[in-house]
């Protein structure tokens, strides 16, 4: 499990925890493996690399789902909602 927040004092840093799962569900304690601060040039990388990971975290929860089903031979329907593409934006001369 991977806990990102911001830091509220300083916008171009990240507070990043990293727990192990737990097989236990009664087990009430979960020491983080990495607790740790990243801090950035500028905001806006600070920001790039929170997006990242949750666009990361997303891809991983899919791949997941789509092994158990695959396992399970449920089939997959194709939700654009569920699939991150890339945009392109053009602009012609007489826009500007």
Same mark, same amino acid.
């Given at each position: 499990?991977?806990?990102?927040?911001?830091?509220?004092?300083?916008t171009r840093?990240?507070?990043i925890?990293i727990?192990k799962p737990v097989?236990?569900?009664y087990?009430k304690?979960?020491?983080p &493996?990495l607790n740790?601060?990243?801090?950035f040039?500028?905001?806006? #990388?600070c920001?790039t690399?929170?997006?990242?990971?949750?666009?990361?975290?997303? #891809?991983?929860?899919? &791949?997941?789902?789509s092994?158990?089903?695959? &396992?399970l031979?449920?089939?997959?329907?194709?939700?654009?909602?569920n699939?991150?593409?890339?945009? #392109?934006?053009?602009?012609?001369?007489n826009?500007?």
């Open positions: 499990d991977v806990k990102v927040a911001n830091d509220k004092e300083d840093s990240l507070h925890t727990h097989n236990n569900t087990v304690s979960n020491p &493996i740790a601060k990243f801090t040039d500028d905001h806006i #990388r920001m690399a929170k997006q990242n990971l949750s666009k990361g975290r997303l #891809r991983a929860r899919q &791949i997941k789902l092994k158990i089903a695959a &396992i031979d449920i089939p997959q329907t194709s939700n654009q909602s699939h991150i593409t890339p945009t #392109r934006t053009t602009y012609s001369q826009q500007f």
